[in-house]
């Protein structure tokens, strides 16, 4: 059983959910309570204009609301492939869900493809294919396979039979499933909500909302895998609240197998000193992070790009030499991946390794990162090294740096 906590609390008038493990802060999620998150709702929204530079149309989605939504693999609902963009006109109501809230002068993104998640599954419209998480084990993924194939879920080809059109994909907490008869629920569940919305949306008026999620902190539960915490702890009565009910749902809609520990907090002394969750913060906001080893890395965000310096500071021994520099780069590789996920640093990464003369050691370091990168949930990519040394990472923005957000 991990020993990873996920925390909910209050803190300078923003709800954060947090997971500390080993006294250190693995992943932090900012809300700002006022504010409810549009991501996940779908609307039936109306084309304001159309932008041929921009291959992008504006969307209303509700009265004075205009949001941007890329012309490249429109579906129409319940469409099991791409729709030609020039279908689509100024005037005319679509079915669209908000992919992304509005970033500083940035209005919310919109998609056609429509997508609804449960704890095990998601289902989306535009594609039949099955896509099994990445951080599943290749035995699990077999196991899977052959259970939906042996369910009727899917062909020999791995393609979903399901009458809308959907395809799936299977998430990583399936990897704690001791019975894979949950799935078969969920997809049932997921596909005849599919269905009545494809249906109920033909008769629904312009900026109507079909679907509206629940406060995202509890929509982002489903991205925290239960095999990195053993319990959730609060110390907001409402908050407890919530929880309670959104797992007893679960338990009955979707015969959720596992549901975590759930404990309110209400003892003198303060959740957030308990788990000092100030220095927490701010450690994930320092300059300076540490490595184990002595060596250590200097994050600076710039407008443009992030900059990630790799330094031996003090680490412990008589002559630096190549077998240094390669365990401080090894460590440091980790340190990255965790910080580009907890800072949620998005655009360009350029790294400055330390120097190694050995190729193939270069080559290992990586490929080790690289390796680290595709298990982020965000897209992220080891694009290259240049001839000056310096490796280039990208990674998609979905959301504000927490620098921004605290």
């Known amino acids: 059983?991990?020993?990873?906590?996920?925390?909910?609390?209050?803190?300078?008038?923003?709800?954060?959910?947090?997971?500390?493990?080993?006294?250190?802060?693995i992943s932090v999620q900012v809300y700002e309570d006022e504010k409810q998150s549009l991501v996940g709702n779908i609307y039936i929204g109306k084309v304001q204009s159309i932008s041929k530079n921009l291959n992008a149309a504006f969307v209303e989605i509700e009265n004075g609301l205009k949001c941007f939504l890329p012309l490249s693999g429109i579906v129409k609902a319940g469409s099991k492939e791409d729709t030609d963009a020039r279908t689509i006109h100024n005037g005319d109501e679509v079915l669209v869900q908000?992919?992304?809230?509005?970033?500083?002068t940035k209005q919310p993104v919109l998609t056609t493809r429509i997508s609804?998640?449960?704890?095990?599954?998601?289902?989306?419209?535009?594609?039949?294919?099955?896509?099994?998480?990445?951080?599943?084990?290749?035995?699990?993924?077999?196991?899977?396979?052959?259970?939906?194939?042996?369910?009727?879920?899917?062909?020999?080809?791995?393609?979903?039979?399901?009458?809308?059109?959907c395809g799936m994909v299977v998430r990583t907490n399936v990897e704690n499933l001791t019975d894979l008869a949950?799935?078969?629920?969920?997809?049932?569940?997921?596909?005849?909500?599919?269905?009545?919305?494809?249906?109920?949306?033909?008769?629904?008026?312009?900026?109507?909302?079909?679907?509206?999620?629940?406060?995202?902190y509890l929509t982002d539960l489903k991205n925290y895998y239960t095999r990195d915490y053993d319990e959730i702890i609060t110390d907001c009565e409402d908050i407890f609240e919530d929880l309670q009910k959104y797992f007893e749902g679960q338990q009955q809609e979707n015969g959720m197998e596992t549901v975590p520990a759930i404990r309110y907090y209400n003892e003198e002394y303060p959740l957030q000193k308990l788990y000092s969750v100030k220095t927490l913060l701010e450690g994930a906001l320092n300059k300076r992070v540490w490595l184990k080893s002595g060596g250590y890395l200097i994050i600076e965000p710039t407008e443009a790009l992030t900059v990630?310096?790799?330094?031996?500071?003090?680490?412990?021994?008589?002559?630096?030499?190549?077998?240094?520099?390669?365990h401080i780069n090894m460590e440091a590789a980790d340190e990255i991946a965790l910080q580009l996920k907890l800072r949620n640093l998005s655009g360009i990464i350029i790294v400055d390794f330390i120097n190694m003369a050995s190729r193939e050691r270069q080559r290992?370091?990586?490929?080790?990162?690289?390796?680290?990168?595709?298990?982020?949930?965000?897209?992220?990519?080891?694009?290259?090294?240049?001839?000056?040394?310096?490796?280039?990472?990208?990674?998609?923005?979905?959301?504000?740096?927490?620098?921004?957000?605290?």
């Open 182 to 216: 949950p799935l078969k629920k969920e997809w049932q569940l997921l596909t005849e909500k599919m269905e009545k919305l494809f249906a109920v949306s033909a008769y629904r008026t312009c900026f109507s909302c079909l679907m509206k999620n629940e406060h995202p």
């Open 308 to 326: 990630i310096d790799v330094n031996t500071g003090k680490y412990e021994t008589k002559k630096p030499s190549e077998e240094t520099f390669y």
């Open 116 to 165: 609804i998640s449960g704890n095990y599954l998601a289902i989306s419209c535009g594609s039949e294919k099955l896509g099994l998480s990445a951080k599943l084990s290749d035995n699990r993924k077999k196991q899977i396979s052959k259970f939906l194939l042996e369910e009727g879920l899917i062909r020999e080809d791995r393609r979903c039979l399901c009458a809308s059109g």
């Open 1 to 25: 059983m991990s020993e990873g906590k996920l925390l909910m609390l209050r803190y300078e008038g923003k709800l954060l959910t947090l997971l500390v493990k080993d006294k250190r802060l």
């Open 364 to 406: 290992e370091l990586l490929k080790k990162l690289d390796m680290l990168v595709k298990k982020d949930s965000i897209k992220t990519s080891v694009v290259d090294i240049t001839p000056l040394g310096l490796v280039e990472i990208t990674r998609k923005r979905v959301s504000r740096p927490l620098k921004e957000l605290m």
């Open 98 to 104: 908000v992919l992304r809230d509005a970033v500083k």
